[in-house]
Each structure stands twice: as C-alpha cells, then as structure tokens.
C-alpha cells in the first residue's frame, strides 16, 4: 500500500486540482484511496466538500480535521487520533480534511527534528505524527493508495509530511519560476532522506512506533495548464518545455545525459501533459465534479463535450502511470 506526495516548491501550478481529479479517476478505476490535505491552506478540501460542511468541520464539530487528529500529541495531552475522522467521498475515496491552522504546527516540527538525533521519543512521535495518522487511515478504510498534497514551501511541515510519501510527482507549469522550483526541490529532498535516515539510526530501542523509511523516490513530473495552439504549445511556452526534461534529471535524478529529442511527452520521467481542457474547471467547480465527468447538463455541450472525453483519456492515461508506480494491479474498464 503505497503513499505518493504531490509536490513544487512553486505554486500556482494546478497541483491540488491534480491531486483532486487523480483521486476520482481512481476511483473510476476501481481503487480506494486515501486523499490527505496537508496543504495548510486547505484548498483540496474545499474543492471535495462545500461550504456548509467545511464550516460544519471547522466551527462546529471541531474534531473532524487533520488538525485535530494531531493536537493532543502536538499539545502534550496524549497521541494522534486512534481513529482519524475520514470524510468518505463517495464508495472509494475518503478524505483526511484540511485546516487553516495545521500552520500553527510549523514551529513544534521544526524544534523536534533535531531532537531525534538525540534519542529523544517525543521528537519521533512528533515527526511521524502525519504518517502514522495516513497509515490509519489506510487501514480503517482498506484503501489501495494513499496521495497527499502539500503547500509549495520547503518548510517544516512538509518536510514531515514527505517523510510518510514512497514517491513524490512534481507538477510543473511551462515557465522560469517551475525550472527554478526543481532547482531548489531536488537537494531538499535528498537532504530530507539522508537526515531521516540520521535519525532512524538514532531511534531508541523502546520507541513502539513504526518509523517511515521516507523514500520521497521522485516518480516523475507532470507539466500542467499549457495554451495550444493547433493542438501543439505555443510558442512562449514550448521554450520552457523544451528545457524540463534535462532539469529534472540534473537536479532531481541527478543525471545529465544529453536528451535524445525535444518531445517531452516521449521524455522518461514526464508522466502527462495536461491541457486547459476549454476551460472545464470552472464549470467543474459550479458542479462540484471531477472535469471528466461533466455532463450536457452541466454545461458541456458542443466542443466541451469533446474536451471532457479527451480530459478522462488524459487523466485515465496518467493515473494508470501512477498506479504502476505505485505497483497497484491494472483494473479493467470502468462501467
């Protein structure tokens, strides 16, 4: 049962609407997943559940988010959630929520990680605090995979969020700031491993946690949100697709062989070129709906209807390279 992280150090790329349509196409796919937002800014959680039942979550119940899950561990009262609240969005996807103030928790992960060097076992806890709680919930609803999406920052909490992930895909918009972003993801990732690593090394014999190995195994990139024209990008984007696939390997898989062509969608580690699909996403978010799933009443009549069938053969495509990643067996056609 693999976790896969969804992860930039730039934002603004489509990430969490990535994460989100992934999720149901699993689902079409006949998988259970697990959809963690540990994204401080809880967009995927609004995106899942509307209005009425994020204020229900936020400002009446009160213990059905992440944030709460974690709180007695972080607050000194006790552990995580034996039972994290799980919101089950539909038969096959549940979904651990956001909260705004998971970003009060940045400091706590940050004093902790150097404690683990030291054998300290509340340091452990704290730093393991997000996997364990998605392991839960793996486990309480018999899920295939889990996918997590995080904010673009290389700070504490997603340095602890990543220690829980097998593989992270990296989605990537056409432009400098993405080409910048890898420079920077790259050797934070690997300094993440070889630190946990550290701190694996420290953990004392008593502790009666499970420690994450924190893999964080880059599984591949996926470029997002390009015009086209004639099918093809145009011109001011193709400049900075062309420069992806030598980036990724040089400051991601550290390799700097020579690219065989300029045709990234042939390229090894892109996983899928997704388009604006003719402007479906906000029809999908007044549906509150996956794109490839909008129908005629919904409003996507004419070229949109065409749009929609592409977008689920697009996203079919990727999320079949995602469940070989994450070796989860080939299903059969949905109903």
């Not at 539909?90 to 004093?111: A, Q, V, Y």
């Not at 420290?202 to 893999?215: M, R, S, V």
Request: overall charge negative; glycine content about 6%; charged content about 30%.
């Amino acid at each position: 049962m693999k976790t896969i992280a969804f992860f930039n150090n730039k934002g603004g790329v489509g990430k969490t609407s990535l994460v989100y349509h992934v999720a149901w196409m699993l689902a079409e796919l006949e998988c259970r997943a697990i959809v963690a937002d540990l994204d401080p800014q809880a967009n995927l959680s609004g995106m899942f559940l509307d209005d009425n039942r994020l204020e229900e979550l936020w400002e009446v119940k009160r213990d059905h988010t992440i944030e709460e899950d974690i709180a007695p561990l972080f607050d000194g009262t006790g552990d995580i959630s034996a039972q994290p609240h799980i919101e089950e969005m539909g038969e096959r996807i549940g979904l651990l929520t956001g909260n705004l103030s998971l970003s009060k928790r940045e400091d706590e992960l940050s004093t902790q990680w150097p404690k683990c060097l030291d054998g300290d076992k509340r340091a452990f806890r704290v730093m393991t605090a997000f996997s364990r709680l998605i392991d839960r919930a793996k486990d309480a609803f018999d899920a295939d995979i889990a996918l997590i999406d995080v904010g673009p920052n290389l700070g504490a909490i997603n340095r602890a969020v990543l220690l829980a992930s097998d593989h992270v895909v990296i989605p990537l918009a056409p432009d400098l700031f993405s080409l910048q972003g890898l420079r920077n993801v790259g050797p934070t990732l690997k300094a993440w491993q070889q630190g946990w690593q550290k701190r694996r090394d420290a953990k004392p014999d008593d502790l009666d946690i499970e420690l994450p190995l924190g893999k964080m195994e880059p599984a591949g990139y996926i470029i997002m949100r390009h015009s086209v024209r004639l099918a093809r990008p145009v011109q001011a984007y193709r400049r900075w697709i062309e420069r992806i696939p030598d980036r990724y390997k040089r400051w991601i898989i550290e390799e700097c062989t020579a690219i065989r062509n300029n045709d990234v969608a042939d390229e090894e580690y892109c996983l899928a070129h997704l388009k604006d699909y003719r402007s479906l996403m906000p029809m999908a978010q007044e549906a509150r709906k996956p794109m490839f799933m909008l129908k005629p009443a919904d409003g996507a009549i004419g070229a949109h209807q065409s749009a929609v069938t592409e977008c689920y053969r697009d996203f079919k495509k990727l999320t079949e390279k995602i469940m070989g990643i994450c070796d989860l067996p080939a299903r059969g056609e949905p109903e």
